[in-house]
């Protein structure tokens, strides 16, 4: 099955158990796909084989529009996939500034860790997103510690608050 081609009907057809939403994400996951799981009244917590359901694929994907929806219909903010990824550490790792603003303004758990022990913050400065880590910081999460090896492509100075280094 092409997730580019599936329906709310072609959702509702099949089980509702983890098998839909593994055969759905063989290609990866779409916005047509994401659309349709809303418009289909498809459970929006029901998990794939891996922990992940419709708002933490939406959420890497950045689909701004539907994660809105979903919360509105009451999606788990903090629900983790296996790995601990939350919807706001996925939306951070994908440098996703609206979905961190609307994860946030959903009172999601700033500084919650994946299994590697990561902060959203963490992984958004990680990556190189800045303004995403400035953002996390500005709402209560800790200032994720800076690799004095590692070259920052904007300084500090993007953070509120001092940013501890973490000694070689």
Same mark, same amino acid.
């Given at each position: ?24 994400m063989k290609d990866a996951p779409n916005r047509n796909w994401v659309v349709a799981a809303i418009k289909g009244n498809y459970p929006l917590n029901q998990e794939d084989g891996k922990g992940r359901n419709v708002l ?18 009451? #999606?788990? &903010? !903090?629900?983790? %996939?296996?790995? $601990?990824? @939350?919807?706001?550490?996925? *939306?951070?790792?994908? =440098?996703?500034? +609206? ?8 009172? #999601?758990? &700033? !500084?919650?860790? %994946?299994?590697? $022990?990561? @902060?959203?913050?963490?992984? *958004?400065?990680?990556? =190189?997103?800045? +303004? ?8 209560? #999460?800790?200032?994720?510690?800076? %690799? ?21």
């Amino acid at each position: 099955m092409s997730n580019s081609s599936i329906s709310s009907a072609d959702l509702m057809a099949l089980d509702k158990g983890e098998d839909l939403l593994d055969e759905v994400m063989k290609d990866a996951p779409n916005r047509n796909w994401v659309v349709a799981a809303i418009k289909g009244n498809y459970p929006l917590n029901q998990e794939d084989g891996k922990g992940r359901n419709v708002l933490l694929w939406a959420a890497a994907k950045g689909f701004a529009p539907e994660v809105r929806l979903m919360l509105g219909r009451g #999606a788990r &903010v !903090d629900k983790a %996939d296996d790995q $601990g990824k @939350t919807p706001l550490i996925l *939306a951070a790792e994908g =440098g996703h500034l +609206e979905l961190v603003e609307i994860f946030v303004a959903a009172r #999601a758990a &700033v !500084d919650a860790c %994946d299994k590697e $022990g990561h @902060t959203a913050a963490e992984c *958004a400065l990680s990556k =190189g997103f800045n +303004e995403v880590t400035a953002c996390l910081v500005a709402a209560g #999460a800790t200032p994720p510690p800076v %690799d004095t090896d590692t070259e920052l492509k904007q300084p500090a100075k993007v953070f509120s608050r001092p940013l501890a280094l973490r000694k070689p």
